[in-house]
């Protein structure tokens, strides 16, 4: 019978996305749309603000938040529109290391999903059109997006419902965040964590857990 370390091992692995595996990053669109980088930083900060957007991951409407922004900065409705028009290519950077431990992962058949707090539109994304910019995609299970189930990380309901989904218990996975609030609260459901701060450390860590990492 192996030991009881090894017993308590996770088996599967929880994903999030930006900022993990893809580099979630307006400024891959609006540098195309604004050439002059100090007037697209201050539309950036300024009008399609972070507080703004984030509203959309949580149970903000895309369409609504669009219209009544672009109520309040005439002029600016055209770039406001693309925001989330063209929401694919502020998406359209993955990074290569961590592609490449989805790749190894997955093709050693360890259970993969991925957990997003983002805009609901985005589950019909990582489904279909995501996977011919980034076939590491096709690895994933299942994606749970914050803003298509009404419930959003730190919070327990997210996590729960992800393990409900893919059929597995939380003390069975490792999830893996660049957001320590949101592993940290992983880690109160019984899921164990990675903070990640690069692919070497984390791809340690999951090796530490006895991944093929």
């Given at each position: 019978m192996p030991p009881e370390s090894a017993l308590s091992r996770p088996s599967v692995v929880v994903f999030d996305m930006?900022?993990?595996?893809?580099?979630?990053?307006?400024?891959?669109?609006?540098?195309?749309?604004?050439p002059q980088e100090a007037e697209m930083e201050d539309f950036l900060a300024n009008v399609t603000t972070r507080e703004w957007h984030m509203r959309q991951?949580?149970?903000?409407?895309?369409?609504?938040?669009?219209?009544?922004l672009q109520a309040r900065h005439p002029g600016k409705e055209a770039l406001i529109g693309a925001y989330y028009e063209r929401f694919d290519e502020m998406l359209d950077h993955s990074f290569a290391p961590m592609a490449a431990l989805v790749e190894r992962l997955g093709g050693a058949g360890v259970p993969l999903y991925l957990l997003s707090n983002a805009p609901g539109f985005l589950d019909a994304w990582l489904r279909g059109p995501a996977r011919a910019r980034h076939p590491f995609v096709r690895h994933f299970?299942?994606?749970?997006?914050?803003?298509?189930?009404?419930?959003?990380?730190?919070?327990?309901?997210?996590?729960e419902l992800t393990c409900r989904r893919g059929g597995f218990a939380p003390?069975?996975?490792v999830f893996i965040d660049d957001v320590l609030a949101n592993v940290e609260g992983a880690r109160a459901t019984g899921m164990a964590?990675?903070?990640?701060?690069?692919?070497?450390?984390?791809?340690?860590?999951?090796?530490?857990?006895?991944f093929p990492a």
């Open positions: 930006g900022g993990v595996l893809i580099d979630y990053n307006p400024r891959h669109l609006y540098r195309k749309l604004i991951d949580y149970d903000g409407d895309p369409g609504t938040a669009t219209r009544e299970r299942d994606f749970v997006v914050s803003g298509h189930v009404g419930c959003w990380k730190p919070d327990a309901a997210i996590f003390q069975d996975a964590g990675i903070h990640h701060r690069s692919a070497e450390e984390t791809a340690a860590e999951l090796r530490a857990l006895g």
